[in-house]
């Protein structure tokens, strides 16, 4: 497809005047034929089109001509192997300056600044990472642990309001403790579970006397 001058302005909101000065100037020329004198028609092609109508949305979001032709510039050192940067690229823009993806989807451009790169963060992955990650903090972990010789399960329960964890003993009731890291808990339920067989023993002594 071919489009003169007057579909162009038309299709792009451009003026007569700004396609006549970028053809001018290098900045967009057609493709299919060029001026040759006054009163001759340039023809452009559909790639072309996009590249003016890309050029005057990034004017309308207030990127200036001269950003835009240093953005390209810098492409075309960077992305030789592109033909039409503004037709075949994706950007983005803050009205200041004009990011490009690169080739690894999470790395963003600044075209503006040497190429210097931002990083895109993907806030649904986020998400969903953090999901999997409290979910591993909160679960319940089983341990054993070893009191005069006998071997006692226990149930380790991360605190995450206060931080570090507590502790119980799932053959004694009521027997609970708790520690800033796991080491720390775990000992802490030793201690508590013999406190608590000496406790049991004392009532077993104080009955059997009775």
Same mark, same amino acid.
């Given at each position: 497809m071919a489009?003169n001058?007057?579909?162009?302005?038309k299709?792009t909101g451009?003026t007569?005047?700004?396609t006549d000065?970028?053809?001018?100037?290098?900045?967009i @020329?057609?493709?299919?034929k060029e001026?040759?004198?006054?009163?001759t028609?340039? !023809?452009?092609?559909?790639?072309?089109?996009?590249q003016l109508?890309v050029?005057?949305?990034l004017?309308d /979001?207030?990127v200036?001509?001269q /950003?835009i032709?240093?953005?390209i510039?810098f492409? @075309?050192? #960077?992305?030789?192997d592109?033909? /039409?940067?503004?037709a075949?690229m994706?950007f983005?823009?803050d009205? +200041?300056t004009?990011?490009?993806?690169?080739?690894?989807?999470?790395?963003?451009?600044?075209? !503006?600044k040497q190429?210097q790169m931002?990083f895109?963060?993907?806030?649904g992955?986020i998400?969903e990472?953090?999901?999997? +990650?409290? @979910? #591993?903090? #909160?679960?319940?972990r089983?341990?054993?642990v070893s009191v005069k010789g006998k071997?006692?399960?226990v149930?380790?329960?991360?605190?995450?309001e206060?931080?570090?964890f507590?502790v119980?003993?799932?053959?004694l009731?009521?027997?609970a403790?708790?520690?800033?890291?796991?080491?720390e808990a775990? +000992?802490?339920?030793k201690d508590?579970?013999k406190g608590?067989?000496?406790?049991e023993?004392?009532?077993k002594? /104080?009955?059997?006397?009775?």
């Amino acid at each position: 497809m071919a489009f003169n001058t007057k579909t162009v302005v038309k299709l792009t909101g451009l003026t007569q005047r700004q396609t006549d000065y970028w053809d001018r100037t290098h900045f967009i @020329k057609p493709s299919l034929k060029e001026a040759a004198g006054h009163g001759t028609a340039r !023809l452009y092609s559909f790639t072309d089109l996009v590249q003016l109508k890309v050029a005057k949305t990034l004017i309308d /979001k207030g990127v200036s001509l001269q /950003k835009i032709r240093k953005s390209i510039n810098f492409l @075309k050192k #960077n992305f030789p192997d592109v033909e /039409k940067h503004l037709a075949q690229m994706r950007f983005i823009t803050d009205g +200041e300056t004009i990011f490009t993806l690169s080739d690894d989807k999470n790395k963003i451009l600044d075209t !503006l600044k040497q190429g210097q790169m931002v990083f895109a963060l993907a806030i649904g992955e986020i998400i969903e990472q953090l999901k999997g +990650e409290v @979910k #591993n903090i #909160n679960q319940d972990r089983k341990y054993k642990v070893s009191v005069k010789g006998k071997a006692y399960e226990v149930i380790l329960h991360p605190d995450t309001e206060e931080g570090g964890f507590w502790v119980e003993c799932s053959s004694l009731p009521g027997c609970a403790s708790q520690g800033e890291t796991v080491e720390e808990a775990l +000992e802490m339920i030793k201690d508590a579970i013999k406190g608590h067989l000496e406790v049991e023993g004392e009532k077993k002594k /104080k009955k059997a006397v009775a």
